[in-house]
T-cell receptor, first 113, second 115 residues
Framework: GQNIDQPTEMTATEGAIVQINCTYQ??????LFWYQQHAGEAPTFLSY????GLEEKGRFSSFLSRSKGYSYLLLKELQMKDSASYLCAVRDRGNTGFQKLVFGTGTRLLVSP | DTEVTQTPKHLVMGMTNKKSLKCEQH?????MYWYKQKAKKPPELMFVYSYEKLSINESVPSRFSPECPNSSLLNLHLHALQPEDSALYLC??????????????FGSGTRLTVV
């Protein structure tokens, strides 16, 4: 099975930097995704890591350590519109051999002025 | 067209009703997915279709019945649901099941209420 954990909630101030951690245990790891989801809306793709290291995309960066089963999403220069849930998701081959995307518990981020 | 379109956006149904949720994409994606999301919880995978064939059924009760009539359409047929089935039902697609870097494109969901 899979076990993907994130902090439930985080708060930060506009203009600051925040790091959202994700730890995972899966049987057939094949990539890790970060999604942003505003309340009542669809998740939107932010980043993808399959090799160890840092991927940077504008104000967002994502890091992966496969040996530690650990990833983080770094958000810089926070804006009010960044208030949302952030979902870590692992693509896992599982026992069937078919790949599927399994979501972590999600982190609700609240950005205050 | 870079969207996944889901209809209806909202649905209220009784426990004896039969209804269907629809999902459509025209991006040429060959894998499509149904997820269920309860309030303040992450999406949970229900079904995966690859090249119009059911690849994964995550032990979903038979009152949920998926159908993939062609590569662009995915349906979820609902029958004899329970109030605890009330949730946001998300459809997603990807180019293929396992190509590296392939993010999933999600639809905006159908908010289902079972009364």
């Amino acid at each position: 099975g899979q076990n993907i954990d994130q902090p439930t909630e985080m708060t930060a101030t506009e203009g600051a930097i925040v790091q959202i951690n994700c730890t995972y245990q899966t049987s057939g790891f094949n990539g890790l995704f970060w999604y942003q989801q505003h309340a009542g809306e669809a998740p939107t793709f932010l980043s993808y890591n399959v090799l160890d290291g840092l991927e940077e995309k504008g104000r967002f960066s994502s890091f992966l350590s496969r040996s530690k089963g650990y990833s983080y999403l770094l958000l810089k220069e926070l804006q009010m519109k960044d208030s949302a849930s952030y979902l870590c998701a692992v693509r896992d081959r599982g026992n069937t051999g078919f790949q599927k995307l399994v979501f972590g518990t999600g982190t609700r981020l609240l950005v205050s002025p | 067209d870079t969207e996944v379109t889901q209809t209806p956006k909202h649905l209220v149904m009784g426990m004896t009703n039969k209804k269907s949720l629809k999902c459509e994409q025209h991006m040429g994606h060959r894998a499509m997915y149904w997820y269920k999301q309860k309030a303040k919880k992450p999406p949970e995978l229900m079904f995966v279709y690859s090249y119009e064939k059911l690849s994964i059924n995550e032990s979903v009760p038979s009152r949920f019945s998926p159908e993939c009539p062609n590569s662009s359409l995915l349906n979820l047929h609902l029958h004899a649901l329970q109030p605890e089935d009330s949730a946001l039902y998300l459809c997603a697609s990807s180019q293929d099941l396992g190509l590296p870097g392939q993010g999933y494109t999600f639809g905006s969901g159908t908010r289902l209420t079972v009364v």
